[in-house]
């Protein structure tokens, strides 16, 4: 299975933008990038995907770099409520439901 | 619309015993998924279920199955439960197989598994 690498914990003031790396170097051309979340005492909860190009969603920006081995999260105004665990997964399309979750990063916000 | 629900929210075994968790996908998904989650770790994929068919397996023993029924929930079965069994046990579903690459995962809270 494909990797990725995040740090294991970030911090952002509130109501700023927060940018989430993750690094894949090893990802192929069929790789999909997956971002969640998990939320304190939820499951994980879907943030965004992306196989080449930026996409954008009412959650959160995705910037995908040129040759793919390296993505970034945007989250354009962190609230407290955004506070969390975020994964970067990569997904080999038609691979049913595997998806790797890594440690993740701890996203702490503060007011 | 109801999300992924799961039941029970907490349960406590004994070593040796058997437990049986339980799943209710997303309206209109078919497809289950089961994780496993220690403490402090991302989640560990167990199996997938589609038509009633275990369709992918991750890297569990044997004591972990599953069953999906004709509405699509599902449960997990763990037999000779073992310390190390205590986990958060997660449920995903999401809509068929094939093009669920493209198909966003939903996820219940879990079942908390702790085994004495």
């Known amino acids: 299975d494909a990797k990725t690498t995040q740090p294991n914990s970030m911090e952002s003031n509130e109501e700023e933008p927060v940018h989430l790396p993750c690094n894949h170097s090893t990802i192929s051309g069929t790789d999909y990038i997956h971002w969640y979340r998990q939320l304190p005492s939820q499951g994980p909860e879907y943030v965004i995907h992306?196989?080449?190009s930026n996409v954008n969603n009412r959650m959160a920006s995705l910037a995908i770099a040129e040759d793919r081995k390296s993505s970034t999260l945007i989250l354009h105004r962190a609230t407290l409520r955004d506070a969390a665990v975020y994964y970067c997964i990569l997904r080999v399309a038609n691979y049913g439901q595997n998806f790797v979750f890594g440690p993740g990063t701890r996203l702490s916000v503060l007011p | 619309d109801a999300g992924v629900t799961q039941s029970p929210t907490h349960l406590i075994k004994t070593r040796g015993q058997q437990v049986t968790l339980r799943c209710s996908p997303k309206s209109g998904h078919d497809t289950v998924s089961w994780y496993q989650q220690a403490l402090g770790q991302g989640p560990q994929f167990i199996f997938q279920?589609?038509?009633?068919?275990?369709?992918q397996r991750g890297n569990f023993p044997d004591r972990f199955s599953g069953h999906q029924f004709p509405n699509y929930s599902s449960e997990l079965n763990v037999n000779a439960l073992l310390l190390g069994d205590s986990a958060l046990y997660l449920c995903a579903s999401s809509l068929g197989t094939s093009g669920s690459y493209n198909s966003p995962l939903h996820f219940g809270n879990g079942t908390r598994l702790t085994v004495t």
């Open positions: 279920y589609y038509e009633e068919e275990e369709r």
């Open positions: 992306g196989l080449t």
